[in-house]
């Protein structure tokens, strides 16, 4: 590269993909102590990521990008500490999801559905989906900088993770840990599949309180008033519960009552669960469409009756209704209520509905046999290993959280009736209906012998083979060169919304079948929300697409924003203006980059005399060791943002708008001067894109080998300690350096110059005074005139100072006349009117003014001499009158400002 080829501007465009290529190309991604690699040494503790892999829906969303984002920042901070850093990539295949999209798809393009186009192709139809989406994911994730080692992607369906789904499964249940059996489940009739409980989101809904009567099956003409949400679920009522206490009905305890329209009898019970204040006290069980109901039942051991069925129309348990949708039957049931009298009253009510979180209808707990996992005792074992310390949660606050989500947790439903996942590993014997578990598909039933077998229709939870993910990913069940070294991994970065989808069952299933904790760090960042904190959503057009975003202000913007914006497990409000304020921050960089590359172009290629440094360099560098003990303690503390943001203050406000600025003027000097400031330039902004590189990795790169190709062909002098690395994603991470006592004094003496030119520029602006005009200034500096007096030069140029008229006196026994003065940290500066004021154009301005309120003053003392003051409520003359009394004073204060 020719000394002048560095461009004016940064041009990302061009930029980033040549980039990416070349960290491929040369293997930068991939670990630096390798398994099966030459040199390798088992005894270096690596740093290991499994990135949460991205379901194969569609395209990637903010949310990617900030978990992409802060995952790629925690490996490139690792690598450049010198430890080998493995991040694994790879996709979800997202059972229900993927599913449902390829049905959507199906149906818009061919109008036809899942069932019509049959199991087998309808798999192959997702395969194609899978490898369209996959590829797009991919690309994506590459184009947010990450540096995954691609070598070794993932995919939850691919055949290694496919043996390591059934091993997992065939050793729970061996252990008696999973099992099949009727339970109360939650049911989609959309996506017809059970769902578990985090699947399933709730949402306040304006309903309705129905009230009506259960009459005594005694002909007695007695009845309890009940009430109910659901008056479809009547029809699968087996009990009328009432609390033990209410002596309102504990006479009809032990009666019989009669299910209105169905006549069924069924007995009134005493239980404890019972609210009395709630509607009228008595409540109806329904055992089968309710899990209070199912628990009160399982008491009681009350009959189960289903009268929904897969797509939630009545049974034939429901009589008259059967077939009919679950919300044409309440209409219909409440209807011949009414006609047979048994109606009390309807009442407005707010419900809680629960809904499908994929396919947003009203889910229904169902009684249905299902494949769980028992997870109290897996769930003794994860308690304990964030009780003990062996995993922590960033922040601590989501320890509380995950304490009590496991200390009341309910099985595991892991079977879904769906085609798209890990099938379960279960054949059934058509001869003696035995049940076959194995981790190879069988031929023959293993207790008769038969060959009449077919497997199991349903596949697992898309949550079973995730669980896996950091051990699998590696190669689990097998003793894989790569499970030996890598696993457990390090770090588990995500959302604190799937802190219990995901984080805790890999904990689970890490101890139980690996005997060890998957990772040692649980980070949490917060959920992406707009720039008003709302939630981002299709339906308020909110939604921030992150590609439109990258290709115009770039991805290094894009992430910047992300990564400072953002504190452990707290949301973060994104808006466009956000990211295009920092894609300044990377043509700040890079123009700060130009000009320190042209400082050692046009300095001295070596010094005459030993180090000669200003105040301005011994500040700057003794700031910039305070800040690499603040960042390195931030990193340490995972506060990546505020290391971040810190970083954005210096480089920004202190080195581009201070330390550049005097080193113009440095640099001008020419010989000994030039060579250091220049020196002193190319170390800065060589530490600074280093610890900028793992937040903005584009644009350091870039510009951190322009700064390598221009110190070396210009002075050994300005080679680092160490030497150039081949390229920044590899350079060693700047770490802390000793401060010495002597640079504090530095410190508070450049701090006191930048006050008082602060000072001067803020008056400056005031008055509106020409940004070049050099204007007079006399500061008393007391104890301090030393200091002022050896920075004078600097003073004057950064706050425009006439050097033929500004003086720095150690005191003064006469303070000037007509004089702006204004005193900062000890110092004090005066500033002659006739400097920063134009005196004809000033009483120009100042005649006008007296002009419009002298016309003031006449139009309201000829008011106030009128009629108006008479006529006029008080308090209104009044208020006219204050008005007059405060244009006077105006006007007397313009006048002697004209004067002066």
Same mark, same amino acid.
């Given at each position: 590269?020719?000394?002048?080829?560095?461009?004016?501007?940064?041009?990302?465009?061009?930029?980033?993909?040549?980039?990416?290529?070349?960290?491929?190309?040369?293997?930068?991604?991939?670990?630096?102590?390798?398994?099966?690699?030459?040199?390798?040494?088992?005894?270096?503790?690596?740093?290991?990521?499994?990135? !949460?892999?991205?379901? %194969?829906? =569609?395209?990637? /969303?903010? *949310?990617? #990008?900030?978990?992409?984002?802060? &995952?790629?920042?925690?490996?490139?901070?690792?690598?450049?500490?010198?430890? !080998?850093?493995?991040? %694994?990539? =790879?996709?979800? /295949?997202? *059972?229900? #999801?993927?599913?449902?999209?390829? &049905?959507?798809?199906?149906?818009?393009?061919?109008?036809?559905?899942?069932?019509?186009?049959?199991?087998?192709?309808?798999?192959?139809?997702?395969?194609?989906?899978?490898?369209?989406?996959?590829?797009?994911?991919?690309?994506?994730?590459?184009?947010?900088?990450?540096?995954?080692?691609?070598?070794?992607?993932?995919?939850?369906?691919?055949?290694?993770?496919?043996?390591?789904?059934?091993?997992?499964?065939?050793?729970?249940?061996?252990?008696?840990?999973?099992?099949?059996?009727?339970?109360?489940?939650?049911?989609?009739?959309?996506?017809?599949?059970?769902?578990?409980?985090?699947?399933?989101?709730?949402?306040?809904?304006?309903?309705?309180?129905?009230?009506?009567?259960?009459?005594?099956?005694?002909?007695?003409?007695?009845?309890?008033?009940?009430?109910?949400?659901?008056?479809?679920?009547?029809?699968?009522?087996?009990?009328?519960?009432?609390?033990?206490?209410?002596?309102?009905?504990?006479?009809?305890?032990?009666?019989?009552?009669?299910?209105?329209?169905?006549?069924?009898?069924?007995?009134?019970?005493?239980?404890?669960?019972?609210?009395?204040?709630?509607?009228?006290?008595?409540?109806?069980?329904?055992?089968?469409?309710?899990?209070?109901?199912?628990?009160?039942?399982?008491?009681?051991?009350?009959?189960?009756?289903?009268?929904?069925?897969?797509?939630?129309?009545?049974?034939?348990?429901?009589?008259?209704?059967?077939?009919?949708?679950?919300?044409?039957?309440?209409?219909?049931?409440?209807?011949?209520?009414?006609?047979?009298?048994?109606?009390?009253?309807?009442?407005?009510?707010?419900?809680?509905?629960?809904?499908?979180?994929?396919?947003?209808?009203?889910?229904?707990?169902?009684?249905?046999?299902?494949?769980?996992?028992?997870?109290?005792?897996?769930?003794?074992?994860?308690?304990?290993?964030?009780?003990?310390?062996?995993?922590?949660?960033?922040?601590?606050?989501?320890?509380?959280?995950?304490?009590?989500?496991?200390?009341?947790?309910?099985?595991?439903?892991?079977?879904?009736?769906?085609?798209?996942?890990?099938?379960?590993?279960?054949?059934?014997?058509?001869?003696?209906?035995?049940?076959?578990?194995?981790?190879?598909?069988?031929?023959?039933?293993?207790?008769?012998?038969?060959?009449?077998?077919?497997?199991?229709?349903?596949?697992?939870?898309?949550?079973?083979?995730?669980?896996?993910?950091?051990?699998?990913?590696?190669?689990?069940?097998?003793?894989?060169?790569?499970?030996?070294?890598?696993?457990?991994?390090?770090?588990?970065?995500?959302?604190?919304?799937?802190?219990?989808?995901?984080?805790?069952?890999?904990?689970?299933?890490?101890?139980?079948?690996?005997?060890?904790?998957?990772?040692?760090?649980?980070?949490?960042?917060?959920?992406?929300?707009?720039?008003?904190?709302?939630?981002?959503?299709?339906?308020?057009?909110?939604?921030?697409?992150?590609?439109?975003?990258?290709?115009?202000?770039?991805?290094?913007?894009?992430?910047?924003?992300?990564?400072?914006?953002?504190?452990?497990?707290?949301?973060?409000?994104?808006?466009?203006?956000?990211?295009?304020?920092?894609?300044?921050?990377?043509?700040?960089?890079?123009?700060?980059?130009?000009?320190?590359?042209?400082?050692?172009?046009?300095?001295?290629?070596?010094?005459?005399?030993?180090?000669?440094?200003?105040?301005?360099?011994?500040?700057?560098?003794?700031?910039?060791?305070?800040?690499?003990?603040?960042?390195?303690?931030?990193?340490?503390?995972?506060?990546?943002?505020?290391?971040?943001?810190?970083i954005y203050e210096f480089f920004w406000s202190e080195l581009a708008d201070w330390y550049i600025e005097i080193a113009k003027q440095q640099l001008a000097e020419g010989g000994d001067r030039a060579f250091y400031t220049a020196q002193t330039l190319s170390r800065l902004l060589d530490g600074c894109l280093r610890l900028l590189h793992p937040f903005t990795p584009f644009v350091t790169e870039e510009l951190w080998g322009h700064l390598k190709t221009a110190a070396v062909a210009h002075s050994d002098h300005l080679t680092p300690k160490g030497g150039w690395p081949e390229a920044l994603i590899i350079a060693p991470w700047p770490e802390p350096l000793p401060f010495e006592t002597w640079e504090e004094g530095k410190i508070a003496h450049f701090t006191l110059i930048m006050e008082v030119v602060k000072t001067i520029r803020n008056l400056r602006a005031e008055k509106k005074v020409q940004p070049g005009k050099p204007i007079t200034?006399?500061?008393?500096?007391?104890?301090?005139?030393?200091?002022?007096?050896?920075?004078?030069?600097?003073?004057?140029?950064?706050?425009?100072?006439?050097?033929?008229?500004?003086?720095?006196?150690?005191?003064?026994?006469?303070?000037?006349?007509?004089?702006?003065?204004?005193?900062?940290?000890?110092?004090?500066?005066?500033?002659?009117?006739?400097?920063?004021?134009?005196?004809?154009?000033?009483?120009?301005?100042?005649?006008?003014?007296?002009?419009?309120?002298?016309?003031?003053?006449?139009?309201?003392?000829?008011?106030?001499?009128?009629?108006?003051?008479?006529?006029?409520?008080?308090?209104?003359?009044?208020?006219?009158?204050?008005?007059?009394?405060?244009?006077?004073?105006?006007?007397?204060?313009?006048?002697?400002?004209?004067?002066?």
């Open positions: 590269m020719s000394k002048n080829e560095l461009p004016k501007a940064y041009d990302f465009k061009n930029t980033e993909k040549r980039l990416y290529d070349w960290w491929v190309e040369r293997g930068y991604f991939k670990p630096s102590n390798d398994p099966g690699q030459p040199g390798f040494d088992p005894s270096i503790k690596p740093f290991v990521i499994s990135i !949460p892999p991205a379901n %194969v829906t =569609g395209e990637l /969303h903010l *949310g990617h #990008a900030m978990y992409v984002s802060m &995952e790629d920042l925690m490996i490139r901070y690792q690598r450049m500490k010198g430890v !080998p850093t493995l991040w %694994v990539p =790879g996709t979800d /295949h997202a *059972g229900i #999801a993927t599913q449902l999209q390829v &049905e959507k798809d199906l149906m818009r393009t061919e109008e036809v559905t899942r069932e019509e186009l049959g199991r087998e192709k309808f798999v192959e139809r997702v395969w194609t989906w899978k490898k369209k989406y996959h590829a797009i994911i991919s690309s994506q994730i590459r184009r947010l900088g990450a540096s995954c080692d691609w070598d070794r992607e993932r995919f939850t369906l691919d055949e290694g993770l496919s043996v390591a789904v059934r091993e997992a499964f065939v050793r729970f249940y061996e252990k008696g840990l999973i099992y099949r059996g009727p339970r109360l489940i939650n049911w989609s009739p959309g996506l017809k599949t059970a769902v578990s409980d985090l699947e399933v989101e709730y949402s306040e809904e304006p309903g309705k309180l129905y009230y009506f009567k259960y009459m005594l099956a005694d002909g007695s003409g007695e009845f309890i008033p009940v009430a109910t949400t659901r008056p479809e679920t009547i029809l699968g009522d087996t009990a009328v519960a009432v609390h033990p206490e209410d002596t309102r009905y504990l006479k009809y305890v032990g009666k019989q009552v009669k299910v209105p329209i169905l006549g069924r009898e069924i007995p009134v019970i005493a239980d404890d669960y019972v609210d009395r204040e709630f509607g009228t006290g008595a409540l109806k069980i329904t055992p089968g469409h309710d899990p209070n109901d199912y628990q009160i039942g399982q008491r009681h051991k009350l009959q189960v009756i289903s009268v929904l069925d897969a797509i939630a129309h009545i049974t034939p348990a429901g009589g008259p209704y059967e077939g009919m949708d679950r919300f044409d039957c309440r209409k219909k049931i409440w209807e011949d209520m009414k006609k047979a009298g048994l109606v009390i009253k309807e009442q407005a009510y707010t419900l809680n509905v629960p809904r499908s979180q994929r396919g947003g209808e009203v889910i229904e707990p169902m009684v249905s046999t299902q494949w769980f996992v028992r997870m109290s005792e897996l769930a003794e074992d994860a308690l304990k290993a964030v009780q003990d310390g062996r995993i922590r949660i960033i922040p601590e606050r989501f320890t509380k959280v995950y304490y009590n989500w496991l200390e009341n947790i309910q099985d595991w439903c892991i079977s879904r009736q769906l085609w798209w996942g890990h099938r379960i590993p279960v054949w059934y014997c058509d001869d003696c209906n035995e049940m076959t578990v194995a981790r190879q598909d069988p031929t023959a039933c293993t207790k008769c012998g038969s060959r009449n077998i077919h497997q199991d229709p349903d596949v697992l939870d898309t949550w079973f083979s995730s669980g896996l993910w950091p051990f699998s990913t590696l190669g689990w069940p097998d003793e894989t060169p790569d499970y030996q070294y890598f696993y457990p991994t390090s770090v588990l970065e995500t959302g604190y919304d799937i802190l219990f989808f995901w984080v805790a069952r890999m904990i689970v299933d890490g101890l139980e079948l690996t005997g060890k904790v998957p990772f040692h760090t649980v980070y949490l960042h917060g959920i992406i929300r707009d720039e008003f904190g709302d939630k981002m959503s299709k339906s308020k057009d909110n939604v921030i697409d992150p590609l439109p975003l990258m290709d115009e202000l770039g991805t290094d913007a894009l992430r910047f924003t992300l990564l400072v914006g953002s504190t452990p497990g707290n949301d973060i409000n994104v808006d466009v203006k956000r990211v295009a304020a920092n894609r300044n921050f990377a043509n700040k960089i890079w123009n700060a980059g130009r000009f320190v590359i042209n400082a050692i172009n046009n300095a001295p290629d070596k010094p005459e005399k030993a180090a000669l440094w200003s105040l301005a360099d011994s500040w700057i560098w003794a700031r910039y060791k305070q800040l690499l003990g603040e960042v390195n303690h931030l990193f340490e503390t995972w506060q990546f943002g505020e290391a971040g943001r810190q200034a006399i500061l008393v500096a007391g104890l301090n005139t030393s200091v002022l007096l050896d920075q004078a030069v600097i003073i004057q140029n950064l706050a425009h100072l006439d050097p033929k008229t500004f003086q720095v006196v150690e005191k003064m026994t006469e303070k000037p006349e007509n004089a702006v003065s204004m005193v900062t940290s000890g110092i004090e500066i005066y500033l002659p009117l006739g400097d920063i004021v134009d005196s004809d154009s000033e009483r120009v301005r100042l005649t006008r003014e007296l002009q419009t309120i002298d016309s003031q003053i006449k139009r309201l003392e000829t008011l106030l001499g009128g009629d108006f003051a008479k006529k006029a409520p008080p308090q209104v003359v009044e208020k006219e009158r204050q008005k007059l009394v405060e244009y006077r004073a105006t006007s007397e204060q313009l006048r002697n400002q004209i004067k002066s």
